[in-house]
């Protein structure tokens, strides 16, 4: 199973934000960060999952 880690920029757009206080937001709300060396990194399956776990219905 091949994992796909992306820097900051990339998880932002495959997340389709722009903005970098939104990502934080969701770093501080549990998205896990992998360090590696002075790299920072998000994995592909993490973000996944967090959307998931973190998905609401909003009804009229």
Do not use: C, W
């Not at 920029?9 to 903005?19: N, Q, R, T």
Request: net charge positive; hydrophobic share 35%; proline share 3%.
């Amino acid at each position: 199973m091949t994992t796909n880690f992306f820097n900051y920029k990339d998880a932002m757009k495959y997340l389709g934000i722009k903005s970098p206080v939104t990502l934080r937001n969701y770093i501080n709300q549990g998205l896990p960060v992998i360090e590696i060396g002075n790299s920072k990194k998000i994995s592909k399956d993490s973000i996944d999952e967090f959307m998931k776990e973190h998905q609401k219905v909003i009804s009229k």
